[in-house]
């Protein structure tokens, strides 16, 4: 084993409006092009006519039909993600995973689409059993990553962290702790959102004027944190550094923003002018603009900048996930193979501030 300063990212994986799988979503950023879809109204009953799909059309399309029958779409998108991550490489190598395994997923309130449709059979359908016991767990916000942890076998602690846009940053860094805690050898973690006409009716209701523009996206990517890299599987990424701060309303976003980089930049050893690139949220509104404006005065001229929001569409819960999963696919992309470091922030509207320092590997 090779020893580290900190916690590496071994592998990652990804299931988006890309695709489903690694090499899809490294392929889809390097295009360039959103792939949005037209809605069809009579399966999605929503308030806006396009959105940033999955390419599957329910659990079944992603996993089959064996113990799919009353799972819902975040479930399944989190167990695909993780079945990828799983999933051994070209060179025939699997990651280990098992009794020493933990998960750590974040969300935002696990899936809207069950809980409102739990709570309405309950009230609308008929006596005496009124709803389908079945699709109860889909209504508790663990449900996916408990449902993962059972269907891949990871036996370790299973934890759901519930965040908004920073979720997957709450993660990685929960995760980071079991393992300082000695709980648990190599995580899992990331963050999933999938899209329904419920969390569409709710976004709609509760965006400000200047977020409206923005579609709306879903998906789920996952990372594998080790403390000890193999030698036939060599990291991806250290996790140098990751700060968190809360803002108290709009205007303070710049500023807490710009105090969480300054720190963790610190604590990483590395200088604005050594960040070979920086994935940004880009939310939409006055709290992206925030972000730009602390970004801009913080960092050097000609900072590479990887957005996934103008990609892949309003993720919320993933979208952290997703922009370091951008990251890693830039940096598997890049000529250079020379260590480098990459800076991701995000921010949400619910205050929450924070941003991650990654030290990259190379390429692999």
């Known amino acids: 084993m090779n020893?580290?300063?900190?916690?590496?990212?071994?592998?990652?994986?990804?299931?988006s409006a890309f695709g489903v799988g690694r090499d899809r979503f490294v392929a889809g950023l390097r295009t360039g092009r959103a792939p949005a879809v037209a809605l069809d109204h009579a399966e999605w009953p929503a308030p806006v006519d396009k959105a940033c799909l999955v390419p599957a059309t329910g659990p079944r399309d992603l996993l089959g039909p064996k113990g799919t029958r009353s799972m819902d779409r975040a479930t399944a998108l989190a167990v695909a993600a993780v079945g990828q991550l799983l999933a051994a490489d070209a060179g025939g190598r699997r990651p280990e995973a098992g009794e020493d395994t933990g998960l750590v997923l974040g969300t935002s309130t696990g899936s809207v689409r069950s809980i409102m449709t739990f709570t309405r059979d309950s009230l609308t359908q008929d006596r005496p059993y009124l709803v389908d016991p079945a699709r109860f767990p889909n209504t508790v916000m663990n449900c996916a990553a408990g449902r993962s942890a059972i269907w891949h076998g990871l036996h370790g602690p299973n934890v759901t962290v519930a965040g908004g846009r920073p979720s997957a940053l709450l993660a990685l860094n929960h995760a980071r702790r079991l393992q300082r805690g000695r709980q648990a050898r190599s995580v899992v973690c990331g963050a999933v959102e999938e899209f329904s006409a419920e969390r569409a009716w709710l976004d709609w209701h509760t965006r400000g004027?200047?977020?409206?523009?923005?579609?709306?996206?879903?998906?789920?990517?996952?990372?594998?944190?080790e403390t000890d890299v193999a030698d036939?599987?060599?990291?991806?990424?250290?996790?140098?550094?990751?700060?968190v701060g809360l803002a108290t309303d709009a205007e303070d976003v710049g500023p807490v923003l710009a105090g969480c980089v300054t720190r963790a930049l610190a604590q990483a050893g590395v200088g604005p002018r050594d960040l070979w690139a920086v994935a940004p949220s880009g939310a939409p509104g006055r709290y992206g603009d925030q972000e730009r404006g602390a970004l801009?005065?913080?960092?050097?001229p000609g900072t590479a900048q990887l957005h996934c929001m103008d990609l892949l569409g309003d993720t919320n819960a993933a979208s952290s996930a997703f922009q370091?999963?951008?990251?890693?696919a830039a940096a598997q992309e890049a000529a250079e193979p020379s260590s480098r470091?990459?800076?991701?922030t995000t921010v949400d509207r619910d205050g929450v501030i924070g941003c991650a320092v990654l030290r990259i590997a190379g390429t692999a």
């Open 209 to 225: 004027d200047d977020e409206l523009a923005v579609l709306m996206g879903e998906g789920c990517a996952v990372l594998l944190l």
């Open 232 to 243: 036939d599987r060599p990291g991806l990424a250290e996790v140098a550094a990751i700060e």
């Open 341 to 344: 470091a990459a800076l991701v």
């Open 296 to 300: 801009g005065a913080l960092l050097a």
């Open 324 to 328: 370091i999963a951008a990251v890693l």
């Open 3 to 15: 020893e580290t300063n900190g916690p590496v990212i071994t592998a990652w994986s990804a299931v």
